[in-house]
């Protein structure tokens, strides 16, 4: 009995610590499809500009408002709510329709550009020939992607916006 207790333990035990398919995983071989629209964007202000000197100031701005909060970090921090003066949501409009598992159609109030994507490595190409100015784009799960762009030079990052897209 005491042999059979011990064979039958690693097998419960080793069962019990296996995941559960409970858990939505991205598909993040093959792309996207369809189109997302902007949903909330984060804007990162650096003290001094670079965000090796703290930060200074995020900014969130949703389909309902603007949430400022500065002070981050010291001892008298601040949260201002809809403190841009006329602030619409069309400020973040933005809309991504994606054709294939590598391009899409990019569109916001200014100007609509074709885009090129790879979610294995994350790439995003707007077509912008900055070198200095990075973007990443991460899925999120089924429905839901995250854009992050940020600027880097000399070794030091600046003005860093997370944008989150909803599938329509």
Do not use: W
């Not at 039958?8 to 499809?33: E, M, N, Q, R, W």
């Not at 100031?57 to 709510?81: C, F, K, Q, R």
């Amino acid at each position: 009995m005491k042999k059979l207790l011990l064979m039958i333990l690693p097998v419960v035990l080793l069962a019990g610590c296996s995941k559960s398919g409970g858990s939505l995983k991205p598909d993040s071989t093959t792309g996207l499809t369809g189109t997302y629209t902007v949903y909330k964007q984060a804007d990162t202000s650096f003290n001094n500009s670079l965000r090796a000197d703290g930060i200074s100031e995020i900014t969130v701005e949703t389909l309902l408002g603007d949430t400022t909060y500065s002070g981050v970090g010291t001892a008298h921090p601040h949260v201002g709510v809809n403190i841009i003066q006329n602030y619409t949501p069309e400020m973040i409009a933005d809309t991504i329709v994606f054709k294939s598992a590598t391009t899409g159609i990019e569109s916001n109030l200014s100007v609509t550009t074709a885009i090129s994507y790879s979610l294995p490595t994350g790439a995003f190409n707007d077509g912008s020939n900055d070198p200095t100015f990075h973007i990443k784009l991460t899925q999120i799960d089924a429905a839901t992607i995250k854009i992050v762009s940020f600027q880097q030079q000399n070794g030091y990052v600046s003005d860093v916006v997370a944008t989150f897209y909803k599938k329509e």
